[in-house]
């Protein structure tokens, strides 16, 4: 049976030590409300939460799966008690607008909440993620009316809420939907079209579904500039709150899939569905924007979840597991052998999943940060500041952390052996569950697009340059007893921006060159993240005395001279250009041989 | 439905073109009867077999798995059609000696008939491979009676083989195994224990299952000196070799695994059940590592299959899939939209797999090339210049060949976005699959201590100086032309030859060092050799015109460009000592935090 134990010490450095929450809270009014021991009192809550509901049923649902019969969609055992228990809790709310039922509570917060629920049932995650996210794209782009019949229900998870934007021919490029919304005499449209691969598009969780449809209303534009939103009830609502008539939307099948076998991912048929428009005509991408960064940052501590509950788990079996000697002799002669934690290689993988886990989980609680001064700051400077930092490292969060968390499940699994493959040590469900947050709201592929395209070159690096001043002050105004983290900070920034340079004069006369560059760039600029957040771990560690401190002092050495040297393959593979991947002819690819 | 043609023109360039396997064969007696048409026509053979049975059976075999009741293991539908078939094709034994009714066909060749099952049903492989492996440890160990009594018999296909070495507290330290071999007054054994992870343990495709078995007969010497391998059939074998009473040896269960599912991974329990020793009591170990190194290779073989499956999946989706435009405006404008292979990313990602399979291949077919000469020729200094290649470059065939091709099958995975991650694309079937490959025969970081260790710091570099001189003395030899790939191979050489005096040096100093460098210096080794095979590819490419050839260098170009720049991060790590690494206590890794 795997374990989680809620790394709250570690949570409770990251808000409090390296980020000062409680200073940064109190300085803002919005925020005021809140203070580190409230902080601390919602996290040990999620903790027990996570230990006791969702980790209990986290393989029996990977086991049963969701079911799909007559139509309807079924969760696995204790899926919907564990609902109820989640929603009466106040969770689904917590980060969303008291106004509307939810909690207030800031992103920085939340992501640590959220990063609990990953790591002990994601496919149970994604259930109240998707209501969130469509929480708050109908918090930004509905009507009030819309709001005031919605959104309380969605908090309170009476009902629940999806994004439908994949169709069977396209996922990435949304301009070619083929979805369509006719306008009827009353201001409703009918909603007609499938859509595939819908999280929680039908199930047995919450009585109502509010599912958030792109589509296409007659002589709309061509392309991404062509698409609208639309509410699509599963039932309408009545004038009073109440559920009316079923609406002509159903699941048509559920997805067999690689992992997340508990969360039901539908085929979505719209047979002339009620649909009602969101914000205007022919805007609905910016609404499911909103929608999908939120998501895109959730998809990244799904990774560090993931790579917490894999280390968590590697780390006990290497202490237990009895195997072989030190080659500095036995180390436990009293016993028939070492525990394989005597290995370095053992070590390397584990610490390797550590150093990852300790730098995203500081990563996201500053991105989330970034995230409450859009939200809650007065001074418009700091939130166009903020902005464009979330605009800049929303991929990264997304696309980098997913990637080092696959790498940290896998080496979590390696510590196994053979028993990492089988299922009962519940590490190869990790690595199937985990694999699909690379893949989905964007493969990462297309967060790297993101990144060098619309973040990078449309405003010539400038979001970068504003991020490399931020981590130059930061790194010059560190102790000099720290000038290992210093120095290394600063080069890495030195170098992030000559290739940045590379990038925006290449890119200039070869407009093919981003495109192979990218995923190595967002490498590249998450490495460039990851130092310095080790360089305010550093800081923040160096103040205290006592060996947790110590330790992440020498996580931080770790990082450096064991993870930070892939940046220069990075950079070299950048460097090489993209004649070469250019140059083969389309037939080659499969030209059979 | 996956596509699968097997890559029989890339097969034939690598035999004739780069290792002119002809000139090979006609210069060994042993192997002179071998012409290259009789090559091409197996490689033929092979095609059909995998493209038209065992390719139609793999995903139905994942869907339905193997079935273990009352105590009897039964295949997935299709796999006992499917052997006999393969079987009275005289496949078993084609690498096998004639004498016991092998075809008595070259390592270079069968490789790459290997490849190809591999690619179209690694969990039906895995049953004929281990009969191989059986009948490899029993004609280097076992007496003339146990030949005549099992060989022809395992090569015909109608008994299977088995190897028995883990058991549940222990995998890789065979040193501490438990199961007890107890002497009979008739010279049998009585064995008695338990193993895990028994491929093909029981199953419904042979009469008879010959279990080769480590154990431990009475005052044994303590540790690895102390084992002996027995013969343990299923059913005992009368003295005109009709099957006779059924052995005290069952499953006990079978395992539940990420993926292989149709190869039945049991749990076998031994009650006494009659052994025969095979070879010299306590010297089971060198006979086991007949069979180990040979399955190791095969494992190789394996990610290499798995990676050329995964890529032309992935490579004739991303022709197919229309999707955005390219860059530099629309490709096909009478479509909706471009097919994704216009992107650099895509192609990125496809031509890693790509260069990763054509490296492999080669590095396949040359180590298949060594274990021929220790095999075959007659000259004693080139049998014992090639075992010392063979142990050196076992360790990279197993680990580095899996860990690349695992690196492969998630990028073809990635190509197919979200259709990726569900089953009925079989991209998510073949990295589950694959994964095991990394794991089983000595985990990837086994190998890697195996080969810094054993056959680096054990032999004060004296294999790899060997290996260095060959690299070397190939790359002066290459025409001006190809200075490109001359260059990069030389430095390449030199930055390996001086890493590997860093840890010899190093090694000295402190035994904790080689441990934790392992897993790099097994991916530096592994980059220095797939630049070798490159450079063969290169020189035989350039000696012909065309645009097959022409594609060749193109992609050794990808190569250097795009995959060798890891080396230089490997290199970095391995300079960083050990000392962080080893510095952590042991709580530090379990401490709740």
Same sequence: chains 1, 2.
């Avoid at 006791?52 to 079924?74: C, M, P, W, Y």
């Avoid at 006719?182 to 819908?198: M, Q, V």
Wanted: charged share 20%; net charge negative.
């Amino acid at each position: 049976m795997p374990i989680y134990h809620a790394p709250l010490a570690d949570m409770r450095f990251i808000l409090n030590d390296v980020f000062q929450a409680e200073q940064f809270w109190s300085a803002n009014e919005k925020l005021a409300h809140l203070d580190a021991a409230t902080a601390e009192a919602i996290l040990e809550e999620m903790a027990k939460f996570a230990q006791n509901v969702t980790l209990e049923i986290n393989r029996s649902g990977d086991e049963e799966g969701a079911h799909f019969q007559d139509g309807k969609v079924t969760t696995p055992a204790g899926f919907k008690e564990a609902f109820k228990q989640y929603a009466s809790g106040g969770w689904i709310g917590l980060g969303a607008d008291e106004e509307w039922g939810g909690q207030g509570m800031p992103k920085m917060l939340t992501v640590l909440a959220d990063e609990m629920l990953f790591a002990t049932n994601p496919s149970f995650m994604l259930y109240p993620l998707l209501s969130v996210g469509a929480g708050m794209a109908l918090s930004s782009y509905a009507s009030q009316e819309q709001k005031e019949t919605y959104l309380p229900k969605i908090y309170s998870g009476e009902w629940s809420g999806t994004m439908c934007l994949t169709e069977p021919h396209a996922g990435t490029d949304l301009g070619i939907i083929k979805t369509k919304a006719e306008p009827n005499a009353d201001g409703s449209f009918n909603i007609t079209g499938t859509k595939i691969f819908i999280t929680g598009g039908d199930h047995d969780l919450a009585d109502n579904i509010i599912h958030l449809v792109l589509a296409k209303t007659p002589n709309a534009p061509a392309g991404s500039r062509g698409i609208s939103l639309f509410i699509v009830p599963k039932y309408l609502v009545n004038a009073d709150g109440s559920l009316g008539e079923r609406n002509a939307v159903s699941a048509g099948s559920i997805e067999h899939k690689m992992g997340i076998k508990a969360s039901a991912t539908c085929v979505m048929n719209f047979d002339g569905a009620k649909g009602f428009l969101v914000g205007k005509e022919n805007e609905g991408l910016a609404a499911m924007f909103v929608m999908m960064n939120y998501e895109r940052l959730s998809m990244g501590i799904q990774g560090l979840g993931a790579s917490e509950f894999a280390y968590q788990n590697a780390a006990q079996y290497a202490t237990d597991r009895l195997q072989g000697r030190a080659v500095t002799g036995a180390q436990s002669p009293e016993k028939p052998a070492d525990s394989i934690l005597v290995h370095g290689d053992v070590r390397r993988m584990l610490l390797n999943a550590r150093a990852n886990n300790e730098a995203s989980r500081a990563f996201a609680v500053y991105v989330g940060q970034q995230l409450d001064i859009t939200k809650f700051s007065t001074d418009p400077e700091a939130v166009a500041k903020a902005n464009n930092r979330v605009a800049l490292l929303t991929p990264i969060a997304k696309a980098f952390l997913t990637d080092t968390a696959f790498q940290a499940c896998l080496d979590a699994q390696m510590c196994f052996g053979g028993h990492g493959y089988i299922r009962e040590w519940g590490m190869e469900q990790c690595v199937r569950d985990l694999r699909i947050a690379q893949i989905y709201e964007g493969t990462n592929g297309v967060q790297a697009q993101d990144l060098i395209g619309r973040k990078t070159i449309k405003c010539e690096g400038r979001y970068l340059a504003e991020y490399l001043e931020d981590i130059r002050d930061f790194a010059n105004g560190l102790d000099p007893e720290l000038n290992f983290i210093k120095d290394v900070t600063l080069d890495v920034a030195t170098e992030v921006e000559m290739i940045t340079q590379f990038i925006l004069e290449r890119a200039q006369e070869n407009p093919e060159f981003a495109n192979s560059a990218a995923v190595d760039y967002l490498h590249a600029v998450g490495l460039l993240s990851f130092t310095y957040m080790y360089a305010r771990i550093a800081k923040a560690a160096f103040a205290k005395p006592g060996e947790f401190y110590q330790n992440k002092l020498a996580l931080t050495h770790y990082f450096i001279q064991r993870v930070l040297p892939d940046i220069n393959a990075r950079i070299s593979k950048i460097k090489a250009g993209s004649e070469i991947i250019s140059g083969f002819s389309e037939q080659y690819f499969t030209a059979q041989s």
